[in-house]
Each structure stands twice: as C-alpha cells, then as structure tokens.
C-alpha cells in the first residue's frame, strides 16, 4: 500500500533551519504531487508548499522566501528546507501525496521553533 515516511523536525531556536524529508513507498512517485502541510494547536491544516510533477512549486505566502519545496524523483523523497523559522512556524508538519481522487497522509512531524 502507498506509505509516506518522515524524517527530521524537532526543536530550533528562532532564525535557524531544519529540513524534512518524506519517503515515499508504494506509488508511481513521479505523477504525485507532493505537498507539506501544517497544522498548529487550535487551528485548522493550512498547506505550506507544494511541488507538481513536473516540478513547478507553489507556498503559502507566510514561508515564501523562507522554505524551499523540492523533490528527488529517484530517490521517492520530497523535501522541505525551512529557514529562517519563526515560532509562528511550530506546528505539526504533514507530508501528502495527491494523484487525480487519490490522497495519503504521513504520520506527521513535530517542529517547535523556541528560544
């Protein structure tokens, strides 16, 4: 079955980076587009970036010129650089998988930007 698996996250001080990874198993990874979304306490999941297949890349405009969205066909893996963090950037970030009806979920990844 199709699985998303995420690596990275944690704990950082406000102006530094950090950067997910999200492995993806059980798909046809090159026709996905692949997205990271977040979700803060109390609020609903917002989606931060997006990479198609062919490659383009949209972002929400709070992380624009902070985090970069980008993906390695031949590996299944699509990343997410993030920096310059802002604790209004702690949140719960998720890894997504979409193709035409079909959506997969990653488990989820704590990111807690803190001084």
């Known amino acids: 079955q199709v699985q998303l698996v995420e690596s990275g996250g944690g704990l950082v001080q406000p102006g530094g980076s950090l950067r997910l990874s999200c492995v993806a198993s059980?798909?046809?990874?090159?026709?996905?587009?692949m997205s990271w979304y977040r979700q803060a306490p109390g609020k609903q999941r917002e989606l931060v970036a997006s990479?198609?297949?062919?490659?383009?890349?949209n972002y929400a405009d709070s992380v624009k010129g902070r985090f970069t969205i980008s993906r390695d066909n031949a590996k299944n893996t699509v990343y997410l650089q993030m920096n310059s963090l802002k604790p209004e950037d702690t949140a719960v970030y998720y890894c997504?998988?979409?193709?035409?009806?079909?959506?997969?979920w990653g488990q989820g990844k704590q990111v807690t930007v803190s001084s």
């Open positions: 997504n998988a979409h193709f035409v009806l079909h959506d997969t």
């Open positions: 059980g798909l046809t990874f090159s026709v996905y587009t």
């Open positions: 990479v198609a297949s062919g490659g383009s890349s």
